[in-house]
């Protein structure tokens, strides 16, 4: 079992639509966790980092359930530039290491 | 702020030869730098962990002679893929970490390369 799971997709969203998908994890003793944004062919940028209480920017949402060992995003009034790869990233202090899920793929259409 | 470059951004070479592939950190000092090959519609693999002026510390099933990483001072860290093969064709990344948490990297553009 991949120690961070993802649905590849593609999603594929109507511009102004809301989207959302979550990513598992298999090591409770993960301590962070991260959402980041690879376009193609490019390298990943930080999208955001995913709190336990929940937290938001912008249009990104970012839940954080550690009793089910998992995280979610959620993208609300979708542009076309969110079209992009979703990464969901764990860091565990053992290891001292990021460790990527295999990304969603969203794309949003007019 | 916290820039990282790459160079080249991509190289095509023939089997059997070597490429030597750069990453620098721009504005601060990296005391941490990372490499990470990432194959078409798959994840980021973390390849090997260098800190400045010591070896680098290779993931399990990486080889550490055919994938020679040198990180000789707090700006600059290189890996030479040695000796390489078609499968050996990917999309390598490097990071940055300078003062910062370990989870806080930077991440290069990226080299591509091909090897035919």
């Known amino acids: 079992r991949k120690e961070v799971e993802q649905d590849p997709g593609p999603f594929n969203v109507p511009e102004g639509a809301t989207v959302a998908f979550n990513c598992t994890y298999s090591n409770s003793a993960s301590q962070s966790f991260f959402w980041y944004r690879q376009d193609c062919r490019k390298e990943p940028k930080l999208l955001m980092s995913?709190?336990?209480s929940g937290n938001e920017d912008g249009r990104f949402t970012a839940q954080l359930n550690r009793a089910s060992q998992y995280i979610s995003l959620l993208i609300r009034d979708s542009k076309l530039s969110d079209s992009a790869t979703y990464l969901c990233?764990?860091?565990?202090?053992?290891?001292?290491?990021?460790?990527f899920g295999g990304g969603t793929r969203v794309l949003v259409k007019p | 702020g916290a820039v990282v470059s790459q160079h080249p951004s991509w190289v095509i070479c023939k089997s059997g030869t070597s490429v030597k592939i750069e990453c620098r950190s721009l504005d601060f000092q990296a005391t941490t730098m990372f490499w990470y090959r990432q194959f078409p519609k798959q994840s980021l693999m973390l390849m090997a962990t260098?800190?400045?002026?010591?070896?680098?510390?290779?993931e399990q099933g990486v080889e550490k002679d055919k994938f020679l990483i040198n990180h000789a001072s707090l700006t600059l860290s290189t890996l030479t893929v040695t000796s390489a093969h078609p499968e050996d064709s990917s999309f390598y990344i490097c990071?940055?970490?300078?003062?910062?948490?370990?989870?806080?990297?930077?991440f290069g553009p990226g080299t591509r390369l091909t090897v035919t």
């Open positions: 995913v709190y336990s």
């Open positions: 260098s800190n400045e002026g010591s070896k680098a510390t290779y």
């Open positions: 990071s940055a970490t300078g003062d910062r948490e370990i989870y806080e990297q930077y």
């Open positions: 990233v764990v860091y565990k202090a053992a290891g001292n290491k990021l460790t």
